[in-house]
T-cell receptor, first 113, second 113 residues
Framework: NAGVTQTPKFRVLKTGQSMTLLCAQDMNHEYMYWYRQDPGMGLRLIHYSVGEGTTAKGEVPDGYNVSRLKKQNFLLGLESAAPSQTSVYFC????????????FGQGTRLTVV | DQQVKQNSPSLSVQEGRISILNCDYT??????FLWYKKYPAEGPTFLISISSIKDKNEDGRFTVFLNKSAKHLSLHIVPSQPGDSAVYFC????????????FGAGTRLTVKP
């Protein structure tokens, strides 16, 4: 059971570079989320999607873009990375709206130098 | 502003004793609360939840208590086991926007054999 898989697990970027984080889930879940985790801050919602072709902003969306072209995939893009985006990124999915447990990926540790 | 607060960054207890993890929230619109457990290098996993219509929910060794008037919830683990050593996140959401789940900063629990 793969569940939620994130690619890559680690990445180091230079300031100004771009990259895309991929999240794939094989549970046929409708809802998908991207969070970032920073020390002392817990997890903060960046963007989320309530279905294929739809996206919405979360608590900290600036500097990120997302796309959900296929139901099973949710991509998080950084167009011009900044050191403030150094963080651990988690993708999650739920079968329906937020009143159910979320299934998380293993995380992507991103360092921007 | 952090709407969900876990004021104890760490907690250490002896195996077999009770662990009590606390969480406070400020947003009175929150009506659903969850606890997640996270091991190093893994994503958070769902542990237990409670709706605001209840004041207690129990699942095996884990019990969550909700005090709505105090905007406070707690997770009790009895008896604590070394395998419970992890970071515990409290999370909350509102039925008005239940895709926007807010997390606390986490409490690192260490259970000593």
């Amino acid at each position: 059971n793969a569940g939620v898989t994130q690619t890559p697990k680690f990445r180091v970027l230079k300031t100004g570079q771009s990259m895309t984080l991929l999240c794939a889930q094989d549970m046929n879940h409708e809802y998908m989320y991207w969070y970032r985790q920073d020390p002392g801050m817990g997890l903060r919602l960046i963007h989320y999607s309530v279905g294929e072709g739809t996206t919405a902003k979360g608590e900290v969306p600036d500097g990120y873009n997302v796309s959900r072209l296929k139901k099973q995939n949710f991509l998080l893009g950084l167009e011009s990375a900044a050191p403030s985006q150094t963080s651990v990124y988690f993708c999650a999915s739920t079968p329906a709206t937020g009143y159910t447990e979320a299934f998380f990926g293993q995380g992507t540790r991103l360092t921007v130098v | 502003d952090q709407q969900v607060k876990q004021n104890s960054p760490s907690l250490s207890v002896q195996e077999g004793r009770i662990s009590i993890l606390n969480c406070d929230y400020t947003n009175s619109m929150f009506d659903y609360f969850l606890w997640y457990k996270k091991y190093p290098a893994e994503g958070p996993t769902f542990l237990i939840s409670i709706s605001s219509i209840k004041d207690k929910n129990e699942d095996g060794r884990f019990t969550v208590f909700l005090n709505k008037s105090a905007k406070h919830l707690s997770l009790h683990i009895v008896p604590s086991q070394p395998g419970d050593s992890a970071v515990y996140f409290c999370a909350a959401s509102s039925s008005r926007n239940n895709n926007d789940m807010r997390f606390g900063a986490g409490t690192r629990l260490t259970v000593k054999p």
